[in-house]
């Protein structure tokens, strides 16, 4: 029997990760990319060392009480851990790790063109494109808002929320942004800091979230927040769904008040807000933020690093718990 620790990969990884995870461990891979029901995960657990899960997979107080013994590591393919209950595992004692920075550029990128995909209209003139509906053009067809030169607010000025004040600073946006913390001179790179999210909703024509799920930020963004907002301004997000008051925000782009959301992510994962979907000023993309070759294998490499760092006794550099 081989010594190498056994890890349990929930989900089909990229074959650069998968071969690297088969070298060094006794790995039980996914390759129909199944997504196991708690208890599956659960009975394949028995007797592995450690886990390397994505977020698809729920670790509530429950499943992570009912893990064997033996798991001494779950070693996240993600760098939100919301889908973690982080108290449950320090209590059992299991590490717990993400992968941050190397995702921060995709997110971005995502970020950016969920602004534009949501300012121009993009979705419509999709569909339309597709179905066969485009009739006309006139002054007064498909007229979208600019981005250009607009105050663009961020809440959660991490590694993502400042390549997105970067990117969007070549758009000539006024950046103003709300963090738990003021950031460095240096880092705020001109950025306009708000210590509270009520201070800085009305100076944001366009909103990008981009801090991490948890209990304190859930409905983060409510109905009495995005009154705040000024009328018309543009909702991005690529955090988390949790964030947002759903039916308000259905609410605000019903009457105008949004002018268009663009969103990566929701409250239901996967299948996403029938409500939303139904509006034509959304533009919406399945959680696909980290979705390009380099940065999975990156988070996949992140990932092992952390599982290879434990397992040689060291403190794995991305823990969370
Ligand atoms: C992350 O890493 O948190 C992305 O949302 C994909 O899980």
């Known amino acids: 029997?081989?010594?190498k620790p056994k890890v349990l990969a929930t989900r089909t990884l990229p074959d650069a990760v998968e071969k690297r995870l088969a070298q060094d461990y006794n790995v039980h891979l996914n390759p129909d990319?199944?997504?196991y029901s708690s208890d599956e995960l659960i009975e394949l657990a028995q007797e592995a060392d450690a886990i390397l899960?994505?977020?698809t997979e729920h670790f509530t107080a429950n499943v992570v009480q009912r893990l064997p013994n033996s798991v001494k590591i779950v070693a996240n393919f993600s760098v939100g851990v919301d889908h973690c209950n982080l108290e449950e595992f320090r209590k059992r004692g299991i590490i717990v790790t993400n992968t941050p920075d190397v995702l921060s550029d995709a997110t971005a990128e995502i970020a950016i063109?969920?602004?534009l995909g949501a300012a121009r209209r993009a979705g419509e003139g999709e569909r339309m494109m597709r179905d066969g509906s485009w009739r006309d053009w006139s002054p007064s067809f498909m007229v979208g808002s600019a981005i250009t030169g607009?105050?663009?607010g961020i809440i959660g000025m991490g590694r993502v929320g400042q390549i997105v004040a970067k990117r969007a600073r070549g758009f000539e946006m006024e950046i103003h942004y709300c963090n738990r913390n003021r950031l460095a001179e240096t880092n705020e790179q001109g950025a306009i800091y708000h210590d509270s999210i009520e201070d800085?909703?009305?100076v944001s024509d366009v909103l990008s979230l981009n801090c991490?799920?948890?209990p304190e930020t859930a409905n983060l963004l409510s109905a009495e927040r995005i009154a705040r907002l000024p009328?018309?301004?543009i909702i991005v997000n690529t955090a988390r769904g949790a964030l947002v008051d759903e039916s308000a925000l259905v609410d605000a782009l019903k009457s105008g008040k949004i002018a268009s959301a663009g969103l990566d992510v929701y409250r239901t994962e996967p299948g996403g807000n029938p409500e939303i979907a139904a509006l034509p000023n959304t533009f919406l993309l399945p959680h696909i933020g980290s979705a390009n070759v380099e940065t999975r294998d990156a988070m996949g490499f992140r990932a092992l690093d952390n599982l290879d760092a434990y397992f040689a006794g060291r403190e794995p550099k991305d823990r969370v718990a």
């Open 150 to 152: 607009k105050r663009l």
């Open 231 to 233: 009328d018309g301004a």
């Open 1 to 3: 029997m081989s010594s």
């Open 33 to 35: 990319d199944a997504l």
């Open 113 to 115: 063109l969920l602004m």
């Open 200 to 202: 800085l909703l009305p």
């Open 212 to 214: 991490p799920a948890s």
């Open 53 to 55: 899960p994505c977020h």
